[in-house]
């Protein structure tokens, strides 16, 4: 079936370090995927998305690519803040569904320090 | 302000006692969802609705019910609540069209004793 697998956290980075948070996808057809974020006490929030292959999604410094090939949507930022720490999803949709039926990573916690 | 809002934020309750946690969404939305989120096992989906009156069950719908007579709302219910549904709950809502965004309520923290 469906199914995503994100790297486990808790990752922890200095202020101004690159970081990148793999995730990987197994699905059928064609999935949407996006990335989620959710800061403390509070709902997710939609980061990125992208639609197709080798589309690129980007929003407050970061990206993640649609790579069908190696099956992946790693997330990045070339320099992390303080306010980046949250924990994060990966996601895609099921094959002929809404967005709306997604199907969630486990999410990866980072923390970023001064 | 476009919003999911939930109700309660936090709850306490005893096994076997009936519990109904509110969900209300203000952007004429079609889609609504319960998810629900634990430690090391990320967000599972209990139950969702495509439109009015029209409801399916997610990956983990059993011990839950849910009810969508209108389009603004989107209640679970616990019937007889067990520690095991200890969690933290979330509602999202959408157009339910591809690449429209989830929006996701603040929680739920529900505790079972």
């Known amino acids: 079936g469906n199914s995503v697998t994100q790297m486990e956290g808790p990752v922890t980075l200095s202020e101004e370090a690159f970081l990148t948070i793999n995730c990987t996808y197994t699905?059928?057809?064609?999935?949407?995927l996006f990335w989620y974020v959710q800061y403390p006490g509070e709902g997710l929030q939609l980061l990125l998305k992208?639609?197709?292959?080798?589309d690129k999604g980007s929003n407050k410094g970061f990206e993640a690519t649609y790579r069908k090939e190696t099956t992946s949507f790693h997330l990045e930022k070339g320099s992390v803040q303080v306010s980046d720490s949250a924990v994060y999803f990966c996601?895609?949709?099921?094959?002929?569904?809404?967005?709306?039926?997604?199907?969630f990573g486990k999410g990866t916690k980072l923390s970023v320090k001064p | 302000e476009a919003q999911v809002t939930q109700n309660p934020r936090y709850l306490i309750t005893v096994t076997g006692k009936k519990l109904t946690v509110t969900c209300s969404q203000n952007?004429?939305?079609?889609?609504m969802s319960w998810y629900r989120q634990d430690p090391g096992l990320g967000l599972r989906q209990i139950y969702y609705?495509?439109?009015?009156?029209?409801?399916d069950k997610g990956d983990v719908p059993e011990g839950y019910k849910v009810s969508r007579k209108e389009k603004r709302n989107f209640p679970l219910i616990l019937e007889s609540p067990s520690p095991n549904q200890t969690s933290l709950y979330f509602c999202?809502?959408?157009?339910?069209?591809?690449?429209?965004?989830?929006?996701f309520g603040n929680g739920t923290r529900l505790t079972v004793t």
């Open positions: 999202a809502s959408s157009f339910g069209r591809n690449n429209s965004p989830l929006h």
């Open positions: 699905a059928t057809g064609y999935p949407s």
């Open positions: 992208a639609t197709k292959a080798d």
């Open positions: 996601a895609l949709t099921h094959y002929g569904g809404s967005q709306g039926n997604l199907i």
């Open positions: 952007m004429n939305h079609e889609y």
């Open positions: 609705s495509m439109n009015v009156e029209v409801t």
